[in-house]
């Protein structure tokens, strides 16, 4: 169900693409608004009959298509709302307001924890991209609303929703660990250790709060920091990785060797049980 409900949500953005390219403003937003309909309607159609997970995979698909349709309407006035989180444009924020709000209204209504992925996103969106014009200062904002979306997650465990906590965790995890490697992407030796002791954090967390999500994006935190040693020390310069001055064919094995063997020993720390009472 997730796979062909979503399936067919790029479908019809597919054919979205392809009928907008037939017509003006006013013929894509008419476009827009069929396509909505049809999501909303497939969405409400199978909620009524029992099948709430097909209804929140066509509702996750929906909204996205409330999301287009609100901007379709904006270009139909000639407003634009393109390049996000680049100064205050009052369109651009009306739409990822509109996001925010069908996200939040779709949860509400279909109650499919797979909608809380878009919740935190529009929500990360609006904020970011209010307060803050790119760089550096964005990357601040989002390590920030980390946090504070890793409180909110750690509330919903606290009332038994961790279904609904779950997207939030991946979010609150996704945008500390973000946020962090913008402001190192150009530091030194120290700034990617401090990165490395954060992915062990990670660690940690998923063992207090019994989330594998952190477990994940700490282990993958970890190789990230791998690779960055590994292609400084072998010479190699890729993505927004440095390359030093060395050339030693063994840094890379060398490196990735003991980063698998941190992992395995983080591993077995976390995979160990408190005795039974």
Known sequence: MYAGGLAFSLSAAGWFDYLSSKTGSAGDLAWAILILLVLAGVA?????????VTAGVFA???VLAAVATVAQLFDWFDWNTDHAIRGFDVPRLLVELAWLAAAAAALRRYRFPLLGAQ???ATWLFVADLVSGGGTWTA????????????VAAALDAMGSRAYAFWVHVGAGLM???GALWCVRHGGTLSWLLILVAAVGYIWIARVLGRSSWAVLGTLGIFIVATHFALRWSHVSVFFFDNGRGGHAWAAPLVYSAA???????G??????PAAD
């Open 268 to 273: 077995l720390w976390v995979s160990r049980r």
């Open 44 to 52: 409400e159609a199978f909620a009524r009959t029992g099948h709430r």
């Open 140 to 151: 601040a904002v989002t390590i920030v609303l980390g946090f504070c979306a890793l409180a």
């Open 60 to 62: 996750f698909g929906a």
């Open 176 to 178: 500390i660990g973000a």
């Open 260 to 266: 698998a063997a941190l992992v395995v020993a983080l």
């Open 119 to 121: 919740l935190v996103g």
